[in-house]
């Protein structure tokens, strides 16, 4: 809006000068009109446009203010309790929804600590609103979530925090240097522990290749890079933050084939030893999942070992057939 109010002044300004100095070249203006016009109107339109540049700055201010009041006046979660060392969590009967229409119904799935638990699914069935659920982002409107078989509710919200590492789908990265947005998983890293992060993530290689190395500035939302190197410098931030819960959303984003297998490595480095739970587009990346969830509508339709809902024929085994031709039919071009 500053601009565009700035812009429009100085066309106003120039108008009339042309039309003042037309009216003295006509003759229908003496000199000393014309050179007090100069005078008064410097005076008139320089503090004129100040005013309107900063009223402009006043309502975005505003605007930013508004918001910044209305995250305040949250109510603050509840919940006092440390963790348990248990890491296990399960979801008993859970039922919610983000406005008045129910996302997930009545859905109870457990994921042994250690475990590799995948979600499936057609798009909007309700796979990244249950990471969101186990993160407590939300809660519940019937049923809870629990981890080590209490209740995530009564956990102090921060502790929780800090057992879970999320690389979401739509990476997001702040403008800060690439060592800054690697340092979000843990604020005391040092330069080595960060590099090492980088390295088992893959983005080691491509960093040194940027102008300024690790100091390199990344613009808001991480524009500057490919959604490939955005999801490793993530999938980077969750190693460096060494959670012993990972919810991985997978990007529905296509990558190139060298993306995909650099992305790929970084995951099971990530994922070693760990309770994970991942939201999966292409189902080859989880075939041997412990346990495959296939979510329709916000409902559990099926659940099991690859090869089980391969023979049980429903809707997993659909999917599965329709990547599988997919990639067939890429194979042969
Ligand atoms: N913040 C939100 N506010 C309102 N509705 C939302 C919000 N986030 C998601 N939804 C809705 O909830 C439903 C489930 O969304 P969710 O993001 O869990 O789907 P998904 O299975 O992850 O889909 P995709 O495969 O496309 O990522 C969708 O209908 C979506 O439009
Ligand atoms: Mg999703």
Sequence with gaps: MGPIVLSAVACVRA?????????????????????????????????????????????????????????????????????????????????????????????????????????????????STILRLIARFYDPVKGMVTMGGEDIRAMDPEALLHKVSMVFQDVYLFQDTIAGNIRFGRSDATHEEIEEAARLACCHDFILKLPNSYDTMVGEGGNTLSGGEKQRISIARAMLKNAPIILLDEATASLDPENEAEIQKAIDRLVRGRTVIVVAHRLKTVQHADRIVVLNHGRIVEQGRHDELLSSNGLYARLWRRQHDAGEWRMTL
């Design 15 to 127: 108008g009339v000068t042309l039309m003042v100095i037309h009216l003295l070249l006509g003759g229908s203006l003496d000199v000393i009109t014309f050179v007090a016009f100069l005078i008064i109107g410097t005076r008139i339109f320089d503090p004129l446009t100040t005013a309107l540049a900063g009223y402009a700055q006043f309502r975005y201010s505003e605007q930013a203010g508004e918001r910044i009041v209305q995250l305040l006046r949250e109510p603050v979660m509840q919940g006092e309790r440390q963790p348990p060392a248990d890491h296990d969590v399960e979801l008993k009967q859970v039922t919610f929804g983000y406005l008045d229409q129910l996302v997930l119904r009545d859905v109870s799935v457990s994921m042994p600590a250690g475990s590799f638990t995948a979600l499936v699914g057609p798009s909007g069935s309700g796979k």
